[in-house]
Every structure is written in C-alpha cells, then in structure tokens.
C-alpha cells in the first residue's frame, strides 16, 4: 500500500508542529482511503498565496519551503517542511485565503485531504475525522504560538 509510506513519515516525524492523531492500525487504513495522491515535481506549489481552495497536504516524499512572497526581503521565509509534515490545515476550519505558498524544493509526493471527502469522513467514521480536527487544530495552535512568539519584541 503506497500509504503505508506516509503513515511511516507522520509517525517519525520527530517537530514540536508534527501532526499527532491518536489513530490505531485500522483509524489509519481509513483516513488514507479519503486522500489523493500526487506527485510533485521541483518547483512546483502545492499552495499559493491567496487562493482558497480547501484541503490539507501530507508530505509523504521530499521537501516543501514556505513562504510569504509579498513580505519584506529577509521576512519572507517561513519553514522547511520535511516528509511526515502537514500543509495548509487551517482550510480544514475556516474559508479564506491561504496565507503562505508552500513550493516543492525537491521531487516528492504529497497526499491532499479535500474538505469534502473529510466531510464524507464524518458521516462515515466521526471518530476519525475528529481526531484528524484534533491533530490538525495542535499543529495550527503551534505554528500560530511560534510566528507570534517570533513577531514579539524582545524586554
């Protein structure tokens, strides 16, 4: 099973933002039968600034940089996201423009949880989805705690 490779890199993924669901065996055979493979290639955005579609991104394979590409040189960069990492989960809870372009730095393969299919998830298996909600919502608290702590003047 091609998702085995992308439970393995969200369980090893060893970040204070990894995306830690409390899903057993079967919990994860589930949830990887609502996400979309893609491949991806160097250079190519898996988000853009802006748009608004809404969907998550697991990184299975490669590396993804973030970034504001309208913020002042310097300010621009964001996070390196490594095999196992999550993209993009605030559209799982609120409709608007996406903050931050999240482009490919390497070949890879990344697995997209659409809003509909998570919503599918939840008629069918409301455990699932709302461990995932869970998850999804700790790695949101911490990157938002990180970028302020980042924002705030030093005393």
Do not use: C
């Not at 091609?2 to 993924?13: D, F, K, M, T």
């Not at 409301?126 to 970028?147: D, T, Y």
């Amino acid at each position: 099973m091609e998702a085995q490779e992308l439970i393995q890199a969200v369980q090893s993924l060893n970040t204070e933002d990894a995306f830690r669901p409390r899903l057993d065996a079967q919990q994860w055979r589930t949830l990887t039968q609502f996400l979309s493979r893609h491949e991806v290639r160097m250079g190519d955005q898996v988000i853009r600034q802006g748009d608004r579609d809404r969907a998550m991104y697991f990184l299975a394979q490669g590396t993804m940089q973030v970034f504001v590409p309208d913020a002042p040189p310097g300010a621009n960069k964001v996070a390196i996201l490594r095999p196992g990492a999550v993209m993009g989960e605030p559209s799982l809870f609120a409709e608007g423009p996406r903050m931050a372009t999240v482009e490919a730095m390497t070949p890879g393969v990344i697995y997209a949880l659409r809003l509909p299919r998570l919503e599918e998830l939840a008629a069918r298996m409301p455990v699932v989805a709302l461990e995932v909600l869970r998850a999804a919502g700790a790695v949101m608290a911490i990157r938002m705690r990180s970028n302020l702590a980042h924002r705030m003047p030093m005393t």
